[in-house]
């Protein structure tokens, strides 16, 4: 048994042809979270794409801690400190892109964890066409070092990824 259909597409000059885009846009409020913001408000965006802005804070951060000096910093104030940096972020970023692109629609969410994992589980829970973010322009021995979110992102990503830098360093 064949099941066949027959669509019909009849293009004049006049017909534009637009796809939706979905894009999760990562940024930490830094110069290469601004690149990003930048690279996406430099496209070309309509009506039906959304963008999901997200901010993720890192609670695993290793702090300078003192073992021997009898107190540990709290977590709480440290926790509530970094949410309302994230949100400041997320503010600025939403009305650059909004200066930019009035009439996308934008989602924004803070999230708790560690950045490429947070990144690449929220594309696929949004069913994301491109991810957005921002490298630091690490060197071989830096990355070795530190790690690289956007190398890791590329490389577990189910979707597109755009990495915007800066010329700054």
């Keep these: 048994m064949t099941n066949s259909t027959n669509i019909d597409l009849r293009y004049t000059e006049d017909t534009e042809i637009r796809l939706t885009m979905k894009l999760l ?8 979270g601004e690149a990003a913001v ?16 997200i901010s993720i804070i890192d609670m695993a951060v290793p702090l300078g801690l003192d073992v021997y000096s009898g107190s540990l910093p709290n977590m709480a104030d440290y926790e509530s400190a970094a949410r309302s940096h994230a949100e400041a972020v997320i503010e600025q970023a939403r009305s650059k892109i909004i200066e930019q692109h009035g009439d996308v629609k934008i989602t924004t969410d803070i999230l708790f964890g560690s950045p490429d994992s947070r990144i ?10 491109l991810i957005v973010l921002g490298s630091h322009g690490y060197n071989r021995w830096e990355r070795l070092l530190l790690g690289s979110v956007s190398d890791s992102v590329v490389h577990h990503a189910h979707c597109s990824v755009l990495i915007a830098r800066t010329n700054e360093k």
């Excluded at 930048?38 to 802005?53: M, Q, R």
């Design 25 to 32: 846009i990562a940024t930490d409020g830094t110069k290469y």
């Design 38 to 53: 930048e690279a996406v408000c430099k496209y070309s965006l309509g009506p039906d794409d959304t963008i999901h802005l």
């Design 120 to 129: 690449v589980e929220t594309a696929e829970e949004q069913m994301t066409d």
